[in-house]
């Protein structure tokens, strides 16, 4: 599908939720996707040509991104989309990108142990986030882990890498609990009377949504001290801290390779684009960044092939760098997934976090934990 000397625009598939229990973060990816799209369309356009966001709303059911995938590709005649925060809805999507040979770019930290020549995966294997935060947390709190989580693949398998990292350095794992998806906050109090009872050094959460907002308040309900035993995520963004109150928030860590925060031209002039288009008030966070930079890899792209075919161009992005936000990164030519930046955050009383860890330079991505240790191997 080249151009010619059309100026017919570019139409790309945005699959990110609006509405439902998972709107808190997915409406901040939806932004960073658009921001990049109007920037790109603001500066010309790619070759002459805008780009046309073709996009609907799943509505945080999984099975509703892969019918909505579906009809992108079939009916709207779309062969590249940017989409999916849980590995539930990227799940949803693969079979349908594979088989009609769609391309789809997922901007979400998620649990590794995955590729596909159909995916382009921008946001943070385990080696990127798990193995630092791990390390970090055992020298600073203790060796003694509490795992909560959602009732789903990636929490799931996001604790099976975290409980071998614990192990693996001499820790345990003093308890584990999931909730269902869309868990209200009644459902967290017998859960922290659990915690209290194991008074575990950490709680490790892979709760993801609104039930964010609730596992948070509970806990600071409880008059828990996170100077003492903190929880710690990988999820946890900017946009839950605003959701759940900033004095909630404070002191608890996450792991992420941006936060907004972080010191650069780049992303001082990102976040200052940002808060234009959507109020001083709205915050940046690390999936809303990759949201934005795969766009821009994305038309980086495009510029240099002239053609949106998916064999055309997955070839001609690997290897690809951007000057990110987070960085400069790059899409790793030898898994498809991208080097990043790894960084660990403490939360503070403004909603932001400060940062505690940041590597030296962008990490190689190795979604399998090749270079990390064979007890990792997917079971």
């Known amino acids: 599908m080249s151009s010619g000397h059309t100026s017919e625009p570019w139409r790309v ?15 901040t990816q939806l ?44 009916e709207d005649g779309v062969s590249t989309m940017f989409g999916c925060y849980t590995s ?19 901007p ?9 020549p159909n995916v382009i ?32 693949v990636y929490p799931r398998e996001s604790n099976r890498i975290m409980g071998e990292l614990v192990r693996n350095s001499g820790g345990e794992v003093v308890g584990e609990r999931y909730l269902r998806l869309n868990a209200d906050r009644s459902e967290f109090q017998p859960l922290m009377r659990e915690v209290k009872a194991a008074q575990p050094d950490v ?30 995520s990988l999820t946890t963004t900017e946009a839950e801290i605003q959701a759940m109150g900033f004095d909630v928030g404070e002191g608890h860590l996450t792991g992420a390779p941006y936060f ?38 994305f038309a980086k792209t495009l510029e240099q092939t002239n053609s949106i075919d998916t064999e055309i161009m997955r070839t001609s992005v690997m290897g690809s760098e951007f000057d990110a936000p987070q960085g400069n990164i790059a899409v790793n030519p030898v898994c498809g997934h991208t080097d990043l930046w790894t ?16 590597s030296s330079s962008r990490v190689k991505a190795d979604p399998y934990l090749i270079g990390y240790s064979r007890n990792l191997a997917y079971a």
């Open 121 to 152: 995966y921008t946001g943070a294997a385990p080696n990127q986030n798990s193995v630092e935060l791990c390390r970090l947390l055992m020298e600073a709190y203790g060796r003694r882990f509490f795992f909560i989580g959602s009732d789903y």
């Open 203 to 232: 709680i490790f959460s892979t709760v993801v949504g609104d039930s964010t907002v609730f596992l948070y308040q509970t806990y600071h309900d409880f008059g828990f001290n996170p100077k003492v035993m903190p929880i710690a």
């Open 343 to 358: 960084r660990v955050g403490r939360a503070n009383r403004q909603g932001q976090f400060d940062l505690v860890y940041e």
């Open 31 to 74: 932004r960073g996707t658009l921001t990049a799209i109007d920037e790109i369309n603001a500066a010309g356009g790619i070759n002459g040509r805008p780009l046309e966001p073709v996009i609907y709303d799943p509505g945080s059911e999984a099975r509703a991104f892969g019918r909505y995938a579906r009809k992108l590709m079939i």
């Open 13 to 27: 598939g945005v699959l990110f939720s609006q509405s439902g229990f998972m709107a808190v973060i997915e409406e």
């Open 108 to 116: 979400t930290l998620y649990e590794g142990f995955e590729f596909s």
């Open 260 to 297: 907004q925060g972080i010191g650069n031209e780049r992303n001082s002039s990102f976040v200052e684009l940002y808060k234009k288009r959507y109020g001083d008030d709205q915050s940046t966070n690390m999936c809303l960044e990759a949201a934005y930079f795969q766009v821009h890899i």
């Open 88 to 106: 539930s809805s990227r799940r949803a999507v693969l079979p349908v990108v594979e088989r009609l040979n769609g391309l789809l770019w997922y």
